[in-house]
């Protein structure tokens, strides 16, 4: 007996060409007109549920003719780690454990099974929105960034290294090849990790830890400041002392471009925007600043209030830029033709927002550096603050999204890597 036969005769599922009876005395159909069962289908797949939550899982048989059925309650559901989460046996419906500790990242798998049919999927279970955990870095660690290696990299205002944060929160450090701090950092087109030396170099550092530092092509005086993969296979990186915008190819070869970027603006943060071109910061010169890919270069101040000091930027979900304002305790929004809204409800005065991206929650996140929190904004412009668990005078800094969709920051004032679940 196949199990489209067993479905109907043992479970009593009406399925599509099945469960009807013959009352006229005739012969029975053929079997070929009955559907072909093709397999059955969970659904949602790699969930994630927070402590406590509950999440209703469906089971859905699928059959050749485009049929489907529901056979959630048919199935035998299990869940490989019942520590992390619950499921019942023929419901669907799990509910997280409770949990305290951030990483490493627990998954549980769950399966839904009848008669050798069926799937397994990952569930990954996560403490409560705000749970933060802190990881001791030593120095100074100024900007993260997830890495193409599947690690988050971090730079280090105190000393001469790069530092590698696996998921499971080991730390790692690598001095060779470097001549200077690192300063902003990114994943490149290439496979590897690109970093500026704000002494006048941007770096490349493998996956393995080999660096090759470049320097031709900058002027004398520059100082790179932060850097971004572009939309057209190259690196473009700012220059806070020169008031350039910088582009270096994966090879290694730099251009310069500094025609319509104001005198005395201090580019500062950088990303790739929604549009094709890339965006950033002019700290002093209270702008934002959009250069194509070609070099031409556009200054937005309209809507920016005087002494904003607009610092962090990144893309967001909503197809605009976000940035921080360390000097006004705002977020900025701007659209692509250049439109700024100004967000200060639910900041603390005097926070000092500083470094900024966007969450896998469809959310912006942001460190508060003065204020000492971490701080979520929605594309709607609602803002919560976070500040317990992290240590007094932690200064956070960079923060960026990394392994189990949880955001990873830069305590420069306390010498750690903080993690913060979404």
């Not at 397999?39 to 049929?67: C, V, W």
């Not at 569930?123 to 290696?149: H, K, N, R, Y």
Request: one cysteine or more.
């Amino acid at each position: 007996m196949n199990f489209v036969q067993k479905t109907c005769l043992g479970l009593l599922l009406l399925l599509v060409g099945c469960g009807s009876t013959n009352t006229t005395g005739s012969s029975s159909a053929p079997s070929d007109s009955i559907p072909s069962l093709l397999g059955i289908f969970i659904t949602p797949k790699n969930a994630r549920l927070h402590s406590g939550e509950s999440l209703s899982y469906q089971g859905t048989a699928g059959y050749n003719d485009g049929a489907s059925t529901d056979v959630t309650q048919l199935l035998s559901w299990t869940s490989s780690d019942p520590s992390l989460a619950t499921i019942g046996s023929n419901t669907g419906l799990a509910r997280a454990a409770a949990l305290s500790a951030v990483i490493p990242v627990r998954t549980t798998n769950i399966s839904g099974f009848n008669s050798g049919y069926g799937e397994v999927t990952p569930l990954t279970v996560v403490p409560a929105v705000g749970t933060l955990q802190e990881l001791a870095s030593g120095g100074a660690p100024f900007q993260i960034a997830a890495g193409p290696d599947g690690n988050l990299w971090a730079s280090d205002l105190a000393s001469v290294r790069l530092l590698k944060i696996g998921a499971d929160g080991t730390v790692s450090e690598f001095k060779a090849g470097l001549t200077d701090s690192a300063l902003g950092l990114c994943a490149g087109p290439d496979g590897n990790l690109w970093f500026v030396e704000g002494s006048g170099r941007i770096g490349r550092i493998t996956p393995n830890g080999t660096v090759t530092e470049f320097s031709a092509g900058l002027s004398p005086g520059a100082s790179p400041a932060a850097i971004c993969s572009g939309p057209d296979g190259n690196l473009w990186f700012t220059d806070v002392t020169l008031d350039h915008i910088g582009r270096i190819t994966p090879s290694g070869l730099i251009s310069e471009f500094s025609t319509g970027v104001t005198a005395g603006a201090q580019p500062q943060a950088i990303c790739s925007g929604p549009d094709g071109n890339i965006w950033f910061t002019e700290s002093s010169g209270n702008r934002i600043g959009r250069i194509t890919t070609a070099g031409q270069v556009s200054e937005f101040s309209s809507g920016i209030t005087a002494g904003a000091f607009p610092l962090g930027i990144t893309a967001g979900p909503d197809g605009n830029l976000w940035f921080t304002e360390a000097g006004g305790h705002r977020i900025g929004r701007i659209t692509p033709a250049g439109s700024v809204t100004e967000l200060s409800s639910g900041i603390t005065a005097g926070s000092s927002p500083n470094g900024i991206c966007a969450g896998l929650d469809g959310n912006l996140w942001f460190t508060e550096q003065v204020g000492n929190r971490i701080a979520r904004i929605t594309t709607a412009g609602a803002v919560t603050e976070f500040a317990a668990g992290l240590t007094a005078n932690a200064q956070p800094t960079g923060i960026c999204s990394g392994p189990g969709s949880n955001l990873w920051f830069c305590e420069t004032g306390q010498g750690k890597i903080g993690v913060i679940v979404p």
